[in-house]
């Protein structure tokens, strides 16, 4: 499993560089149409729009697999080693429930549902359900990370306790 995150680590950080990138191009483009060659751009600012979108979501399943997400540890450095294996493993539990119902569950009806009506973008005329994939995918990754975590946590806690154990005889 280790492996596997390993290089989902990897592929993330290729893509997201990659949509940096064109993120950067863009709107380096739409900046030089505008105020250089005085005829702006109709697609840059949709463009860097949905960039932004794909960027950000994959961007947070990225730092959620890093444990670099936003977080609050003001109990954490008060609590011994299992103590802190069972708090992550019920933090990871309440983001992978949250990352089920919200970002798989809602990503993919609304994904479904653009698909459905067909609806497109005004500039690029992108059908807008490619552009929302990026939630229920990003939450697919999100997902794999938060199991990842669970085994890691279930592991540590199994550990932990053979160790007091054969201590404790």
């Known amino acids: 499993m280790k492996t596997f995150i390993k290089k989902l680590d990897r592929a993330l950080e290729i893509v997201i560089i990659t949509l940096m990138g064109i993120l950067v191009i ?9 105020f250089i060659l005085s ?5 840059t600012d949709e463009l860097a729009r949905f960039l ?14 890093k444990k670099q997400h936003l977080a609050i540890d003001l109990i954490t450095h008060r609590l011994d080693k299992r103590q802190i294996l069972y708090l992550d493993t019920v ?28 609806q497109t973008s005004a500039a690029l005329g ?3 359900g490619y552009v929302y994939a990026a939630i229920p995918l990003s939450g697919l990754i999100m997902c794999l990370y938060c199991t990842h975590f669970l085994i890691e946590n ?15 005889e």
């Open 154 to 168: 279930v592991a540590g806690i199994n550990k932990l306790k053979s160790q007091q154990a054969n201590s404790g």
């Open 52 to 65: 932004l979108i794909w960027l950000s979501l994959f961007g947070g399943a990225y730092m959620l697999g």
């Open 39 to 43: 005829d702006p751009s109709s697609f």
């Open 126 to 128: 992108i059908e807008l």
């Open 91 to 118: 933090v990871q539990s309440v983001i992978l429930i949250f990352v089920i119902a919200v970002l798989m569950i809602g990503g993919s009806r609304l994904v479904f549902v653009t698909l459905y009506l067909n």
């Open 26 to 34: 863009d709107v380096l483009w739409q900046v030089f149409s505008r």
